[in-house]
């Protein structure tokens, strides 16, 4: 880990030596002559679930402001702090407020630098960036920010992006940290990894874009859950008779334990989507799997899991028999407001089991550019894991 840390602020001296001339007449200038933001998101989060738990209410509130330097040199400075604060009774077990009688809710109080990055954009085409900062790569599928929890995940980190091919983007990182949505009270609130990641994108055919990547993850404190993934994307739309637009994605992956993993395994991955869009209207169905051979299963740990296997967030970690996740969603714009339904129907990849199913319901409603209000709803219906669980949310949130 040290070699790369020393490498990236290496690469970043030389840039700094060689650079052809300042973007901000003087230093004074690029300081000050930034920009700040800031957004905040109020929620009410409530969870039942059919089991000795106490029925969870959480009402939090998350204050996220910002500012990033202008460029001197090519060199600019972000930072960006967050703070999640509970209002009223913290009826609910944050992981962290001793509240292990309640059902959780994963938005614990806490104040954190979110990111604080130093970023080099004077070679052609490039940007390279060091420290704390936000990666969301794809789908999320395996890498992302866990934006709908009040405390993002983001990443300690030294990144090259670079666009020099034609519509091809290379992204390539080394990880050392992930800053995880516990907070740094939680014994679990950070992932410390030597993890290299790569991930090329080309958009250059009209039907949809591809993706390859390939995602080392070596975890220091918890070997069993190192991997190495492999994978090949694809998701585009391509218009039909009219205003009709067929919608398609077609995901694989392969994963092997990797560094000191004392297991030995290869699981496969894939993701299958069809549907049909309108202006107003769309429908998809798919077929998303994650192998499992009874004693572990494909994982994705650095995943925005929430938007991925139900919003209920019983799969966050696949069970050892694997996970097949049949889903059909319907999305609509109507009365200025749009909604989203979707249905789940889970069961093992080894031996079939029938986990249970879902229903999930989003209406989002936005004023202006800055304003937005949502409810959300999660209904998981048990059979063979875990238990019946509800979820309800309301929230209210602004940006400038």
């Known amino acids: 880990m040290l070699s790369i840390r020393t490498l990236a602020f290496t690469l970043l001296a030389a840039a700094a030596g060689s650079a052809a001339g300042a973007e901000a007449a003087r230093f004074g200038d690029a300081l000050t002559g930034g920009k700040f933001w800031a957004d905040f998101r109020y929620r009410l989060e409530h969870v039942e679930q059919k089991n000795a738990l106490q029925n969870a209410t959480a009402s939090t509130l998350r204050i996220r402001p910002g500012y990033e330097t202008g460029a001197y040199r090519g060199f600019s400075v972000l930072i960006e702090v967050e703070s999640v604060l509970a209002i009223g009774n913290d009826d609910y077990n944050s992981t962290v407020n001793g509240k292990p009688t ?5 938005d614990p109080e806490a104040t954190e630098i979110n990111r604080a990055q130093l970023a080099y954009a004077g070679f052609p085409a490039t940007k390279l960036a060091y420290g704390r900062q936000r990666l969301i790569l794809d789908n999320s599928r395996f890498i992302g920010n866990v934006g709908w929890r009040q405390n993002e995940q ?7 992006v670079n666009e020099s091919l034609p519509k091809t983007k290379v992204t390539a990182a080394f990880i050392w940290n992930v800053n995880r949505v516990f907070s740094d009270k939680h014994p679990a609130g950070n992932f410390k990894m030597d993890s290299p990641i790569l991930n ?3 958009s250059g055919w009209a039907p949809g874009q591809f993706s390859a990547y390939a995602y080392g993850l070596d975890f220091a404190n918890t070997p069993t859950a190192s991997t190495r993934t492999l994978g090949l994307r694809f998701s585009g739309a391509t218009p039909l008779a009219g205003t009709t637009r067929l919608l398609y994605t077609a995901e694989l992956a392969r994963q092997q334990d990797w560094k000191d993993n004392p297991a030995r395994f290869r699981l496969g991955y ?3 989507e ?10 998809t169905v798919g077929e998303e799997r994650l192998a499992g051979n009874g004693t572990v299963a494909f994982q994705t740990p ?9 919003w209920a967030d019983l799969f966050l970690t696949t069970p050892a028999a694997g996970l097949k996740d049949r889903s059909i969603s319907l999305g609509a714009t109507a009365l200025g407001i749009k909604w989203l339904a979707v249905a789940h129907r889970f069961r093992a990849d080894r031996g079939g089991a029938q986990y249970g199913t879902e229903w999930d319901l989003q ?3 936005t004023f202006g550019k800055d304003w937005s209000v949502g409810l959300k709803l999660a209904h998981y219906d048990a059979r063979s894991f875990s238990v019946d669980t509800d979820k309800v949310w309301a929230w209210v949130e602004t940006k400038f």
């Open 102 to 106: 309640r059902s959780v809710v994963a």
């Open 154 to 160: 983001t990443y300690d980190a030294f990144t090259l």
């Open 200 to 202: 090329v994108q080309y």
């Open 270 to 272: 894939y993701r299958l």
């Open 274 to 283: 069809a549907g049909l869009a309108w202006p107003s209207f769309n429908i």
């Open 302 to 310: 650095l995943a925005t899991l929430h938007a991925m296997n139900g």
């Open 363 to 365: 209406a989002v409603k």
